[in-house]
């Protein structure tokens, strides 16, 4: 047993834990955060994708004790961002998820491709969801549902641009 | 699914941790994690002590070394992706970094780690050949430099010695003459290569490189095809490429049914170079 000191969506988790628990389990079990999924428990499908130090990190391969000192992000963790509630709007208008189970690990992707990549087209988002697995909606709606958002977020920039320069 | 029960330790210096690994029983470093995770949890890997080095700073320093970029074994996919450290490969090895798996995968997953681990379809394996680099390796009698070449013996088998760790990849310099050919063909992005191939030419130092990575055996470098472009610099490929090519194939080490792909690919390669 480790103790470990880990910030979850803005709070101190101070906690003993076994050092072959994965950050998954820990972000589940221990700190009951259920948005967190398990899948293939071998950094394959994606499902238990979230942000550790701002950035997306496989959970399920991912000790516990060697997120020590980290600040840790899950789906539950997003508040009011305004660009995950854009992400979230554009997902339930394509109706980019149906069981929700890849859905968390789809939206810390989403996050990621968004705020990472400024030159995003239709190829580079499918190559970049090749991390994620999704058994139901066959990809084209969350394809859609990022496309959706990088858009809106280009029109918003350009006219901020237009009023700037105006 | 969860890994046998082991003892985890985080290393605060090198020299800690090539004490605490030298003195360990079944013992094994971990950095990022991304290929041994998987192992501990499908339990292919049982170690009893688990000896973390990736926050050590010494292993996350890049420098220039007269005609060489030390890079640390530290050093994750996506630094180098993302130009986080210096490039002396004219754009290769970020590129190569970009395809490693997954954003997520690249975001832990270090370069030392991935060459440890020498699964032969890996991308760093096949590229660090091509680019002719070396490791450093330090161990509790010292340091040793061993070619990334001779240090893969096979499938997740290489020559590094009892409580050695990897802490520096050592890469060439490549003139601004230089040119590189690359080709991979993975059922989907981010999975492992069936069949890679890297091409480096430099026509002002080292010749060229041509070297096929897949999943059976170590990487290949291509001797004929690698001997014919030498002579050709970036120009566009020859018309006897095909035979340089087969006759780098004709072996039994390769199996019939995959050689048409590997012949595909080289040659894919290969044309990359003038593009």
């Not at chain 1, 997120?67 to 992400?87: C, F, H, K, N, Q």
């Not at chain 2, 003892?7 to 994690?33: C, E, H, M, N």
């Not at chain 2, 074994?73 to 997954?102: N, Q």
């Amino acid at each position: 047993m480790k103790t470990i000191n880990i910030r979850i969506n803005g709070e101190a988790v101070s906690r003993p834990v076994d050092d072959r628990l994965s950050l998954a389990d820990f972000v589940r079990d221990h700190c009951l955060l259920m948005g967190t999924h398990v899948g293939c428990e071998q950094g394959v499908c994606g499902a238990c994708t979230l942000m550790m130090d701002d950035k997306p990190v496989r959970s399920c391969i991912t000790l516990a004790v060697a997120a020590d000192g980290s600040d840790i992000r899950t789906v539950e963790g997003y508040g009011d961002d305004p660009l995950m509630r854009e992400i979230r709007r554009a997902f339930n208008r394509r109706h980019a998820l149906q069981c929700g189970f890849c859905t968390p690990g789809m939206l810390a992707t989403a996050y990621d491709v968004l705020s990472r990549i400024a030159d995003l087209d239709r190829d580079r988002i499918r190559s970049e969801l090749g991390g994620n697995f999704c058994r139901c909606t066959g990809y084209l709606p969350i394809i859609q549902a990022i496309e959706d958002v990088h858009a809106q977020r280009g029109r918003s920039a350009s006219k901020s641009v237009i009023q700037a320069a105006e | 699914m969860k890994p046998a029960e082991f003892s985890y330790t985080r290393a605060v210096t090198l020299s800690d941790a090539l004490g605490s690994f030298a003195s360990s029983t079944l013992g094994r470093v971990i950095a990022g994690g991304q290929s041994l995770g998987p192992m501990l949890n499908l339990r292919l890997a049982e170690p009893r002590e688990l000896i973390d080095v990736s926050r050590l700073v010494e292993l996350r320093h890049t420098r220039i070394e007269g005609d060489r970029l030390a890079i640390g074994a530290c050093v994750t996919h996506a630094e180098i992706e993302d130009g986080k450290i210096p490039d002396v490969t004219v754009g290769l090895m970020p590129f190569v970094a970009s395809g490693i798996a997954y954003r997520a995968v690249r975001n832990r997953g270090t370069i030392g780690g991935s060459i440890a681990h020498a699964d032969p379809a890996a991308d760093w394996l096949t590229t660090t050949i091509a680019l002719d680099a070396s490791l450093l390796l330090s161990g509790a009698a010292g340091q040793r430099e061993v070619r990334v070449s001779d240090f893969v013996r096979g499938a997740l088998d290489t020559a590094i010695g009892e409580g050695e760790i990897i802490t520096y990849v050592l890469v060439p310099r490549l003139s601004s003459a230089a040119c590189w050919g690359h080709a991979k063909y993975a059922k989907k992005p981010g999975d492992f290569a069936q069949s890679m191939a890297v091409a480096v030419v430099d026509p002002e130092r080292r010749g060229a490189r041509i070297v096929l990575g897949q999943r059976a055996e170590p990487p290949r470098l291509m001797c004929n095809t690698s001997e014919l472009l030498a002579a050709r610099g970036c120009a566009p490929p020859p018309p006897d490429l095909g035979a340089a090519i087969e006759a780098d194939l004709t072996d039994a080490q390769i199996e019939v049914g995959d050689r048409s792909m590997h012949r595909a690919i080289v040659a894919r390669a290969v044309q990359d170079l003038a593009a």
